[in-house]
């Protein structure tokens, strides 16, 4: 065949199967985000690519301008000891309106259910972007505590879902690492949402805002005033994006030119990629335990 590379950005219902064909059939793999809908269908794809020996990159969390500026500041020693992190990543989109009539609950366990008709579960789309950084700059997690709920939107309340969500974990050597993640709703911010990192060291704390440069002009009531709605075929704007007042400076924000050069430098080296599927099996085991925490009221769920 002439196919070397398969691209696998299908329902994440549908990854882990397809995956695992193309890898038994000796093709390499670019996996948009999740692997599967389950940590055990993550797991059979691991297996999969091990007992290939083919190449798999997972490009969305880590090659991007927040991971990397992050790595760049610890290893300039400005930090000292690193003591902790916290990432603010969320989603500019999505028409908020009060959930009336609907009584709150405490969201369900997904159970490997992860999208319905109108929403997603916002810890999982959102957070491991999150989870990504906090993977590159700590060891693995022993604790996770997560907390999450309907904040925003009705759609959310109505199907027993979270919009909004945080998370916190500890790793073996005592350090925290903590992220808030979510869909707060179009025109809450002038960049599409806030992507920031706060790293803490034993000599500076420094704060990374992935959106910058930039200029932040606020436009709320001219948006909202033009009856500016998402489509309501779309309406948490999952195909449409959130109106953004400038584009991004970076070439390559998402960092998926960088994840294409290593990508490449893994297949010419014969060597892992930076981000491979072991380590977006490891994201998803993290969130995971951030719902198990998340269903019980926030106790601690312990790991390794």
Known sequence: SDVDIVSIAHDIERRAELSIQAATAGKHLWIDKFLGATLEECDEVVTAVSRAGVRAIVPSYHYGSLVQQSLALLDSGRLGDLLGVHADILFSKGWPEDPDGVERRQPTGPAGRWKYAEVKRELLTVGAYGVGLLQACLEPPRAVIAH??????????????????????????????????????????????????????????????????????????????????????????????????????????????????????ALDEERPPAYSVTHARDNMEILLAGYRSMVTGGEVVHLG
């Open 148 to 265: 999450g709920g309907a904040r925003f939107f009705a759609e959310h309340e109505r199907t027993n879902t979270e919009d909004f969500a945080t998370l916190t974990m500890t790793d073996a050597r005592g350090r925290i690492g903590s992220l808030s993640a979510g869909r707060i709703g179009v025109a809450t911010h002038p960049s599409g949402g806030p992507a920031l990192a706060r790293l803490v060291g034993t000599r500076a704390t420094v704060t990374i805002d992935a959106k910058r440069p930039g200029i932040r002009t606020f436009l709320r009531d001219e948006i909202t005033g033009a009856d500016l709605r998402p489509p309501p075929d779309d309406p948490m704007q999952w195909a449409s994006g959130p109106p953004a007042l400038r584009p991004p400076v970076s070439a390559d924000p998402a960092g998926l030119l960088a994840a294409l050069d290593d990508f490449v430098s």
